[in-house]
């Protein structure tokens, strides 16, 4: 077992080449570029002992250091972020509505609040007159 991984680490380290990975948030690292699977671009960045599987979607591309592009963003790639981002979008979008919708139903609060209000006053300024009014002093004498 022990000879097979020095075999597995010697092919790993005698194929992994000199590289710049660049992420798709402009992101950049130097190291060792190892494989592109499915889902991962393995990648060894400098001065780190293991190599790291960095999601596809991550990485906008690899570049070795004679120039070559191992790795880009396909456009199969980017619709899916467009999808994604489509998404995100729409999401936000309904959360802008509920908000506005919020300030309606916080503005048609404030008229029902207004409203009781102008009823209260109107109860209370009935209610005043029909007890005798203002300035009704209930059997004091005035002055002039």
Not at 24 to 33: H, P, V
Not at 39 to 50: A, D
Not at 79 to 96: A, D, G, T, V
């Amino acid at each position: 077992m022990k000879k097979l991984l020095t075999i597995l680490l010697l092919f790993v380290s005698i194929n992994a080449q000199d590289a710049l990975i660049i992420t798709i948030g402009g992101s950049q690292a130097y190291g060792k570029f190892i494989e592109v699977t499915e889902k991962h671009v393995v990648f060894q960045q400098s001065g780190i002992p293991v190599p790291s599987k960095i999601p596809k979607m991550s990485v906008a591309r690899v570049v070795l250091s004679n120039g070559d592009v191992v790795y880009m963003l396909t456009d199969e790639m980017t619709n899916e972020f467009k999808e994604k981002r489509k998404k995100i979008l729409e999401e936000e979008r309904k959360n802008s509505l509920t908000i506005e919708e919020n300030q309606k139903l916080s503005e048609s609060g404030k008229c029902i609040i207004g409203c009781i209000m102008a009823v209260v006053v109107s109860y209370v300024l009935i209610d005043s007159f029909s007890m005798g009014g203002f300035g009704d002093l209930s059997g004091h004498e005035t002055a002039w």
